[in-house]
């Protein structure tokens, strides 16, 4: 049985996975992160949208790279869940 954070993390990943082809490329990434990023409160979310949009694209392509074990150019539900990123999403 999932817990809930698997089920969050399912249903995040389904979010960003815009094409529904059981992948999310750096492009689904930055777009579904970044917008969750420019909604969200809190001082993590404050730095990011104070830098300016090529920084914002670089750090998060810096964190794409990190979760795509195998650096297969694309992201597996696998990849996505929590206990792989050492936080939630």
Do not use: C, I
């Not at 990943?13 to 777009?31: I, M, P, Q, W």
């Not at 809190?42 to 920084?55: C, I, M, V």
């Amino acid at each position: 049985m999932a817990t809930t954070a698997e089920a969050q993390s399912a249903g995040r990943f389904a979010k960003a996975d815009v094409n529904h082809d059981g992948r999310v490329t750096l492009r689904e990434y930055e777009s579904f992160v970044g917008a969750r990023l420019s909604r969200a409160k809190g001082p993590k979310a404050e730095r990011f949208r104070q830098l300016d949009p090529e920084k914002q694209a670089a750090l998060l392509q810096r964190r794409f790279e990190r979760l795509d074990r195998g650096h297969k150019g694309y992201l597996e539900p696998a990849d996505w869940q929590p206990h792989s990123q050492g936080r939630s999403g």
